[in-house]
Nanobody, 124 residues
Framework: QVQLVESGGGSVQTGGSLRLSCAASGYISSSYCMGWFREAPGKEREGVAVIDSDGRTSYQHSVKGRFTVSKDNAKNTLYLQMNSLKPEDTGKYYC??????????????????WGQGTQVTVSS
């Protein structure tokens, strides 16, 4: 079993920055895809950024150039550095891990292991 615990959320103003962390424990394979997803009120959960075992990344178009996903395999920790935050980035951010059938995609239904989420609120 895999346990994922997110931290680092909070409230910031437009243009601010936050760094999210996701600590993984249990049987966590370095081969897993790991990623960040977010869910805004009334909207479906969407993939923000994912990273594969070789460090290759994929971002949602709206966050490219502003967000950076990274991981520290020695610490079993996933990060999301979020800069130039906008009100539309508001939502609950979740960490996920799994072996998606078609590679490290940003579709939430492809991931089995999830954290409890951390809230990010960006005010204008």
């Amino acid at each position: 079993q895999v346990q994922l615990v997110e931290s680092g959320g909070g409230s910031v103003q437009t243009g601010g920055s936050l760094r999210l962390s996701c600590a993984a424990s249990g049987y966590i394979s370095s081969s897993y895809c790991m990623g960040w997803f977010r869910e805004a009120p009334g909207k479906e959960r969407e993939g923000v950024a994912v990273i594969d075992s070789d460090g290759r990344t994929s971002y949602q178009h709206s966050v490219k150039g502003r967000f950076t996903v990274s991981k520290d395999n020695a610490k079993n920790t996933l990060y999301l550095q979020m800069n130039s935050l906008k009100p539309e980035d508001t939502g609950k951010y979740y960490c996920a891990a799994d072996f998606p059938a078609f590679g490290c995609v940003r579709e939430a239904y492809e991931y089995k292991f999830w954290g409890q989420g951390t809230q990010v609120t960006v005010s204008s």
